[in-house]
């Protein structure tokens, strides 16, 4: 659970965070011609003066310029951190959109906070530009020497990020090293990142993070590090554990993080560095544990590219995840993807036009597919492979399958099987189960809510969310009251 105590003020352009009055208010214009003292008539010129002016719970309110604030900016240490009922702020001025930059192709971003609580940055705008290589972080919170508590990033844009680096993250938290510290309750919420390169948000052995109401479109490929080196990727949200432990003898592990009401799509489908591509729109990777991804919508992600392209995907010791009420259509593999991990539940999806799959179960124990609904064009509905059915106690039920113009198939450790052999040879498997047409409102403009009269109404199973009507809805939406189609007609 994130401990941190948000408010929000609905107002007419969404929801606004509240905080008491800062201790105090520095601004910065980088078109004052002087050094300049932090007031309102006579701001700093740098955002690294103000920086150097700020003390824990102030307030930096940076005004637009004629050309971006070229920063090299830190935030460190105590001395600059809030508190909780008064964070340190970094944020545009009211009216203002200011954008930073860094020219230099450093591997550190504009604005880094290091070993900071209680610290927030919005509303501004972080641009690499067109050189020929940007850095390889745009905002970055580091925990080098402590852990660093409830940190929101807010409202920000992201543009260009990462283009010649390795291991490019356009918002980074957390570390790569083994040390005994941790991102905490760090919220990421209502962002806007396009074109940047290889991983929009990252999160890296964090504890109840928060990525919610982010927008994440036209993702380019980048290399990773590696001996041999592997093939470049391109991922919307990662969330990332590590295996191992840490120097203090705790594990490495991420845990409870949240992935939810996100919007992930439109990767760039040409990668010059490679025609194999490992692409992802929410991927949950290498010992991070009990998390939930909810509520997102994923769409045309690697559509051209020779392998990956998978919707959201749980990988590697990413043990006891919930993925449920995400709409997943036209990505390059498959929907939703499942390897080598315990207890993952898909549960109340709407996977729409996987090329491979709609679920692929690689590997792993006591998986359980509930409440989905699964329109394939290819054919590929559900997949288990040897691996998988080696781990065994998996469940799959009470799920709507439809072909467009194709026969639904499924696949038990390499043997194809229709629907009917699927249910004989494996008991229990989708008893309660059928194929039929899902009576999407309009597939065809991607509002995949329900028709009244659809048979994916009152079809599914309780697993603990909330439904009208005496069972819920199958899929990722609850019904609405909308009149079937005349007879005759299909989804395409």
């Known amino acids: 659970m994130n401990r941190c105590i948000w408010t929000f003020l609905v107002t007419g352009i969404g929801l606004l965070p509240v905080f008491p009055s800062p201790a105090k208010v520095i601004y910065v214009d980088g078109d004052n011609a002087g050094p300049g003292t932090g007031a309102a008539n006579n701001p700093y010129r740098s955002l690294e003066a103000a920086i150097g002016a700020l003390a824990g719970g102030d307030t930096i309110r940076i005004r637009d310029s004629a050309t971006p604030y070229d920063a090299k900016a830190v935030i460190q240490g105590a001395a600059k951190s809030g508190t909780p009922g008064r964070p340190t702020v970094i944020e545009a001025d009211p009216g203002h959109r200011p954008v930073l930059t860094r020219t230099d192709g450093a591997h550190f971003g504009p604005l880094s906070l290091i070993d900071v609580d209680h610290m927030i940055v919005r509303g501004l705008t972080f641009d690499g530009g067109s050189v020929a290589k940007s850095t390889a972080r745009a905002l970055a919170v580091y925990c080098r020497n402590k852990d660093a508590e409830c940190v929101a990033i807010l409202e920000n844009r992201f543009f260009r990020w990462g283009k010649g680096q390795e291991n490019a993250s356009t918002i980074l938290l957390g570390n790569y090293a083994t040390i005994p510290y941790r991102v905490r309750n760090a919220l990421v919420k209502d962002n806007y990142l396009e074109g940047n390169y290889q991983r929009g948000i990252q999160l890296i052995r964090t504890l109840d993070a928060i990525v919610e109401g982010n927008e994440v479109t036209d993702m380019k490929c980048g290399w990773r590090a590696g001996t041999p080196v592997p093939p470049p990727n391109q991922v919307g949200i990662h969330i990332l554990g590590m295996s191992g432990r840490d120097t203090s003898g705790v594990p490495n592990a991420g845990l409870c993080n949240i992935g939810r009401n996100n919007r992930v799509h439109h990767f760039d489908p040409i990668c010059t560095l490679s025609n194999v591509v490992w692409a992802d729109g929410i991927w949950a990777d290498v010992c991070t544990h009990s998390g939930k991804v909810y509520g997102n919508t994923v769409h045309d992600i690697a559509l051209t590219t020779s392998s990956g392209g998978n919707g959201i995907h749980i990988e590697h010791q990413c043990n006891d995840w919930e993925v449920f009420q995400n709409v997943v259509h036209d990505v390059g593999q498959h929907g939703l993807r499942n390897r080598h991990n315990s207890n993952t539940r898909f549960f109340n999806n709407t996977v729409y036009k996987a090329r491979h799959r709609l679920i692929m179960i690689l590997d792993g124990d006591s998986v359980s597919i509930f409440n989905n609904i699964l329109v394939t064009e290819t054919g590929g509905a559900v997949e288990f492979r040897a691996d998988a059915v ?103």
């Open 390 to 492: 080696a781990g065994g106690g998996h469940q799959v039920d009470n799920n709507l399958y439809f072909g467009l113009g194709v026969e639904p198939f499924f696949t038990w450790a390499g043997t194809k099987q229709t629907f009917l052999r699927w249910r004989e040879n494996w008991t229990g498997c989708d008893a309660h189960s059928a194929i039929a047409n899902p009576y999407f409102m309009d597939a065809t403009g991607n509002d995949f809510r329900l028709l009244v009269g659809s048979p994916a109404v009152d079809a599914g199973r309780v697993m603990g969310l909330p439904f009208l009507g005496r069972a819920p809805d199958l899929g990722a939406y609850e019904q609405d009251v909308q009149p079937l189609p005349p007879s005759g007609l299909s989804i395409r």
